[in-house]
C-alpha cells in the first residue's frame, strides 16, 4: 500500500530536548515537505527536499534542521524544542514524475513541548 | 506565504443540500488541487484540475478553474454527514514544485 508513515505520533516533551521525527515513503518519490499545522495559520511549509541530498527552507524553517540521505526517508529535527513548536506536523510526498502531482501525506504527529 | 485564500472560513448545511466554497490565489499555476481533512487527520487528495482546464468531475465533487479570475470551486453535491471535514486548496506554481495551501474551509454537514 502506498503510504507516508510518520513516528511518533504523539510527543510530549521538555524545552531543549532534542528530538526527531521519523518520515517514510514506499512510493519513490522524488520531492518530500514538511509542514505544521496551526489554529488559524492553516499549513505551512517547514522544509522541503527535491531529491536525495537537495533540501531547501520551506516558510518557517527556523529551529528545524532536515536531512535526505536516502530517498524514502526526510527525518526532521529539532535541535533545541521550544513552546512555540507546539503544533500538529505533516510530513508530505509526491512524484514530478509522469502527470500524478498529487501529495500525500503522513497521519501526522502531534507535539507538545512545555 | 499564503497563495490560496479559500472562503467562507466554515459552512454548515444540511445533509442533502451541496456545499460550495471558492478558492482564490495569486500567481500563475501548473495547476490545482483539492485536499480533504477530517479532524486532526492527514490530508488526503480530492481531485486536481489543470491549468488548461475548465471544470472537472469526479464522483459527486465538481471543480472549476477560472484562471483569468485565479479562482477556483469546489461544489459537493447531495452532502452527507460524512462529508464534515476541512477542505483545502493547494495551487501547484509554475517552475517551483512547491505546493501552497489555503487556510482551508471547515465544512459541516448536519444529518
Known amino acids: 500500500e502506498a503510504q507516508v508513515t510518520q513516528n511518533p505520533r504523539y510527543l510530549i516533551t521538555v524545552t531543549g530536548k532534542k528530538l526527531t521525527v521519523t518520515c517514510s515513503q514506499n512510493?519513490?518519490?522524488?520531492?518530500m515537505s514538511w509542514y505544521r499545522q496551526d489554529p488559524g495559520l492553516g499549513l505551512r511549509q517547514i522544509y522541503y527536499?527535491?531529491?536525495?541530498?537537495?533540501?531547501d527552507k520551506g516558510d518557517v524553517p527556523e529551529g528545524y534542521k532536515v536531512s535526505r540521505k536516502e530517498k524514502r526517508n526526510f527525518p526532521l529535527i529539532l535541535e533545541s524544542p521550544s513552546p512555540n513548536q507546539t503544533s500538529l506536523y505533516f510530513c508530505?510526498?509526491?512524484?514530478?514524475?509522469?502527470?500524478?502531482?498529487?501529495?500525500?501525506f503522513g497521519p501526522g504527529t502531534r507535539l507538545t513541548v512545555t | 506565504s499564503q497563495q490560496g485564500e479559500e472562503d467562507p472560513q466554515a459552512l454548515s448545511i444540511q445533509e442533502g443540500e451541496n456545499a460550495t466554497m471558492n478558492c482564490s490565489y495569486k500567481?500563475?499555476?501548473?495547476?490545482l488541487q483539492w485536499y480533504r481533512q477530517n479532524s486532526g487527520r492527514g490530508l488526503v487528495h480530492l481531485i486536481l484540475?489543470?491549468?488548461?482546464?475548465r471544470e472537472k468531475h469526479s464522483g459527486r465533487l465538481r471543480v472549476t478553474l477560472d484562471t483569468s479570475k485565479k479562482s477556483s470551486s469546489l461544489l459537493i453535491t447531495a452532502s452527507r454527514a460524512a462529508d464534515t471535514a476541512s477542505y483545502f486548496c493547494?495551487?501547484?506554481?509554475?517552475?517551483?514544485?512547491?505546493?501552497?495551501f489555503g487556510q482551508g474551509t471547515t465544512l459541516q454537514v448536519k444529518p
Open positions: 508530505a510526498s509526491r512524484s514530478f514524475i509522469g502527470r500524478a502531482y498529487e501529495q500525500y
Open positions: 512510493m519513490n518519490h522524488e520531492y
Open positions: 527536499s527535491m531529491n536525495v541530498e537537495v533540501t
Open positions: 500567481t500563475s499555476i501548473n495547476n
Open positions: 484540475i489543470r491549468s488548461n482546464e
Open positions: 493547494a495551487t501547484d506554481a509554475v517552475y517551483t514544485g512547491k505546493l501552497i
